[in-house]
């Protein structure tokens, strides 16, 4: 009986002694926990990669533009000056195709005044002779109207051109139709019966001119 009691007692001491232990050790590691987290988050790897990044980057760029500027230097184009001209020049230094061109050039700006002149005396001579023909022209249509016009009461206007020289008139033809035949024969034949009246001319001319025919 008694060796049962002092059995039950030492266990009841051993158990006491290992939750005390176990407690104990609990406690400890529960103070210990909030600390290693602390120095676990307060250690980045940031703090050791970012720094040692950016000092290669720079260490490269700085690397790198020197290279740069040395192939800008080197592709850079040399300026070219001009030779100064020498201010006093003789003729006789200038060359003959220059000579030659600027003669040309003087005498074209010298000839242009001649040539516009030669082109307003033409024109004139023309619009002088047109007019006299047109009156010729017209005195015959007035004199020999076609009769069946005048029978049907017909009037209008045909547009005729003929070319005219020493020679005589050539190439007679209606340009615009009055759309009434005998209208249109009448300015054909009006041109063949009077071209020997025609002012004499010695100059090719081309003219276009509006025969009218109107009843009074």
């Known amino acids: 009986m008694k060796n049962k009691i002092g059995l039950?007692?030492?266990?009841?001491?051993?158990?006491?002694?290992?939750?005390?232990?176990?407690?104990?050790?609990?406690?400890?590691?529960?103070?210990?926990?909030?600390?290693?987290?602390?120095?676990?988050?307060?250690?980045?790897?940031?703090d050791y990669i970012v720094p040692q990044v950016e000092q290669k980057i720079e260490q490269s760029a700085a690397q790198i533009e020197p290279e740069k500027a040395i192939e800008k230097e080197q592709i850079a184009p040399k300026k070219v000056q001009p030779k100064p001209m020498p201010k006093n020049i003789k003729n006789s230094q200038i060359p003959k195709s220059s000579k030659t061109e600027q003669t040309a050039q003087n005498n074209a700006i010298n000839n242009a005044p001649q040539k516009e002149n030669l082109a307003q005396?033409?024109?004139?001579?023309?619009?002088?002779i047109a007019a006299q023909i047109y009156k010729i022209i017209s005195a015959y249509i007035i004199k020999n109207y076609p009769k069946d016009a005048l029978r049907r009461n017909q009037s209008g206007s045909v547009l005729v051109s003929f070319n005219y020289n020493s020679s005589g008139v050539s190439n007679a033809q209606i340009l615009q139709s009055s759309n009434i035949k005998s209208l249109d024969k009448a300015s054909l034949d009006a041109i063949e019966k009077t071209k020997h009246l025609f002012p004499k001319t010695n100059k090719n001319f081309a003219f276009t001119l509006p025969v009218s025919f109107a009843i009074k």
């Open 8 to 46: 039950i007692s030492g266990f009841m001491v051993s158990v006491f002694v290992h939750f005390g232990i176990l407690l104990f050790a609990f406690l400890f590691l529960k103070e210990q926990a909030p600390i290693q987290k602390e120095l676990f988050h307060s250690i980045s790897l940031n």
């Open 121 to 128: 005396s033409l024109a004139k001579e023309q619009d002088k």
